[in-house]
């Protein structure tokens, strides 16, 4: 009895040794969701709200302090380790399969939408035209080619490029001389009739407004344009050969070295996970109100995200690489849950690749690729929120949507996605493209603010997830090329872990050489990211040639370092 509760608690030591991160981190979601909901009842001022976030505001500043570097070192040192037909060949598989699970997840979102029907319930509250500037289709998309092409990189790194549109008064003089002088009198009576009170009406027209298109700039970081420049800077870097050798390896050393940052403050998460989401929650309006206006929207964009999310995503990875996805996934829930915190995909992409080296051992050279184009242009959950929230807003204004416009809207929001920079509640702002292209009006976008903020926390989820799985499919797919570049390990760790009592005995049989012995200079050269483990059949030279039948099989195991080189 004693010697079976030992190994449970033996087991129970070694699960939280390995996952102690991740069950600090769902403990912290769970402990910030009881904490804001308990505070709400204290009825905090806006001023103390502002100190009880500080913490989690740390957690996304750092976050995002270490998106430039990253971004730009992978995807710099990932393709010029590429030659010229694995990059090209990687770019257009990636490309396309991140634009159909994008116009996948929008389907999915279509089907939700019209299945449940959530505009039915909702009702249009009377509210103000906002002076808010109406922006174009033409001028979204065209924003969007603009920022691929920065004209400024260091500007690029805290702004973006934007058309804004200001508003002109356009008056007739001459016409509205002519009318002001027109007066008209009204006579009004009283209740009893005797009284008549005369009112004179003196009406001018309304002054025409046009809206003019300028250049101008928002806030943010400009990733589209950093992700294009670096994928050309690094395909160019590996086709220089030799003389971008010194460049290259500083793009490698600056992203382990980031890497080794994050698996430094990736514990400061769970603590700042708790005051994140606490404060957010402690910033929303009537949870009961918002229920009963946006309840069955929210459940549609939910059930879509899980269709999407759990089920399509998942079954694709099955059928392209004949592997349980739920293994992978189990990988990744570190990556999911500061997704679910932060709401940012770009913010989270330091955990998606720290997860993807060390849990699921997809190659570097992959994810170095994947992931950072999948932060910039993979957006399925945003795309299926969009499709979702433009049909919802025409079944709220009782406009019947023929099939040539559902069409439409599926092509505009995957196509408005793309442009959606991985940011907190981006979405919002890509949501006039879809609006403006079935003539719906774009001041409806304020029904659904209210939560928008708890919805973009889910399809960011979704936007990680599916970038953690292509990163494994394109790993998949592509591993045939690395093994024809002389790589003997796989991309995706398929072998059976060696247990280390089997070393042990390797080693007191003798049979563990060094890696400089059993190898020349230039191999150990060529494989000091890896762990190869081979097993050689050879002649034991004590023994007589007599006795050749009777020969052991020698065993060479060579390690050269345990920790994963990120």
């Known amino acids: 009895?004693?010697?079976?509760?030992?190994?449970?608690?033996a087991r129970i030591k070694d699960v939280c040794k390995r996952n102690g991160l991740l069950i600090l981190s769902v403990l912290s979601v769970t402990i910030g969701c009881l904490?804001?909901?308990?505070?709400?009842?204290?009825?905090?001022?806006?001023?103390?709200?502002?100190?009880f976030q500080f913490p989690g505001e740390l957690l996304m500043r750092m976050l995002k302090m270490l998106i430039l570097p990253l971004v730009v070192s992978s995807l710099m040192s990932g393709l010029a380790a590429l030659d010229a037909k694995t990059s090209s060949r990687l770019g257009i598989i990636t490309v396309t399969y991140y634009l159909w699970t994008t116009f996948v997840a929008v389907i999915v979102g279509i089907i939700m939408v019209s299945i449940i029907h959530p505009g039915g319930a909702a009702q249009k509250e009377s509210t103000e035209e906002g002076g808010k500037p109406i922006m174009s289709s033409a001028d979204a998309l065209l924003d969007l080619i603009r920022n691929m092409f920065p004209a400024n990189l260091v500007e690029a790194t805290f702004k973006q490029y934007r058309t804004k549109s200001i508003p002109i008064i356009k008056s007739n003089k001459a016409s509205s001389e002519s009318t002001t002088r027109r007066i008209i009198i009204y006579g009004v009576q009283d209740?009893?009739?005797?009284?008549?009170?005369?009112?004179?009406?003196?009406?001018?027209?309304?002054?025409?407004?046009?809206?003019?298109?300028?250049?101008?700039?928002?806030?943010?970081?400009?990733?589209?344009?950093?992700?294009i420049f670096s994928a050309t800077m690094g395909i160019m870097l590996g086709r220089m050969g030799n003389s971008g050798v010194p460049l290259v390896s500083f793009c490698q050393c600056l992203n382990e070295s980031v890497m080794k940052i994050v698996a430094v403050a990736v514990w400061y998460f769970p603590f700042g996970i708790v005051f994140l989401i606490a404060g957010?929650?402690?910033?929303?309006?009537?949870?009961?109100?918002?229920?009963?206006?946006?309840?069955?929207?929210?459940?549609?964009?939910?059930?879509?995200?899980?269709?999407?999310?759990?089920?399509?995503l998942p079954m694709m990875y099955f059928f392209i690489t004949k592997k349980n996805p739920i293994v992978f996934i189990r990988g990744i829930l570190q990556a999911l849950l500061i997704a679910l915190a932060t709401s940012s995909s770009s913010a989270t992409l330091p955990i998606t690749f720290k997860c993807l080296l060390e849990n699921n051992h997809v190659d570097r050279r992959v994810a170095r690729f994947v992931l950072p184009v999948g932060a910039t242009i993979n957006m399925d959950g945003t795309a299926l929120y969009e499709a979702v929230a433009a049909i919802f807003i025409a079944q709220v204004?009782?406009?019947?949507?023929?099939?040539?416009?559902?069409?439409?809207?599926?092509?505009?929001a995957t196509a408005a996605s793309i442009g959606a920079a991985g940011i907190p509640q981006a979405g919002l702002v890509t949501m006039v493209i879809v609006l403006t292209s079935v003539g719906l009006p774009t001041d409806d976008i304020t029904l659904i603010i209210a939560v928008d903020w708890a919805l973009d926390r889910f399809r960011t989820m979704i936007n990680v997830l599916g970038d953690a799985l292509a990163a494994g499919i394109m790993a998949h797919i592509c591993r045939k090329e690395f093994i024809k570049d002389g790589d003997e390990v796989p991309l995706i760790c398929e072998t059976k872990p060696i247990n280390i009592h089997q070393i042990?005995?390797?080693?007191?049989?003798?049979?563990?050489?060094?890696?400089?012995?059993?190898?020349?200079?230039?191999?150990?050269?060529?494989?000091?990211?890896?762990i190869p483990v081979q097993v050689e059949q050879e002649e034991s030279p004590v023994e007589n040639h007599t006795k050749k039948s009777n020969s052991k099989d020698h065993c060479t195991i060579e390690i050269n370092e345990l920790e994963t080189n990120v």
């Open 35 to 51: 904490l804001g909901f308990f505070l709400r009842t204290r009825r905090l001022s806006q001023q103390e709200i502002s100190y």
């Open 1 to 9: 009895m004693a010697v079976a509760f030992d190994a449970i608690l």
């Open 280 to 312: 957010k929650i402690l910033e929303m309006d009537d949870p009961s109100a918002i229920g009963k206006k946006l309840g069955f929207y929210a459940i549609t964009v939910v059930c879509g995200l899980v269709v999407h999310g759990l089920f399509i």
């Open 397 to 412: 204004n009782n406009y019947e949507l023929d099939f040539g416009q559902i069409i439409t809207i599926s092509i505009t």
């Open 504 to 530: 042990v005995a390797y080693q007191r049989n003798g049979c563990v050489k060094t890696m400089n012995e059993s190898r020349g200079p230039e191999t150990v050269k060529g494989f000091q990211h890896h």
């Open 191 to 227: 209740e009893n009739g005797s009284n008549v009170q005369n009112f004179a009406l003196d009406i001018t027209p309304p002054p025409e407004v046009i809206y003019k298109s300028e250049p101008g700039t928002s806030d943010g970081m400009n990733v589209l344009g950093i992700v």
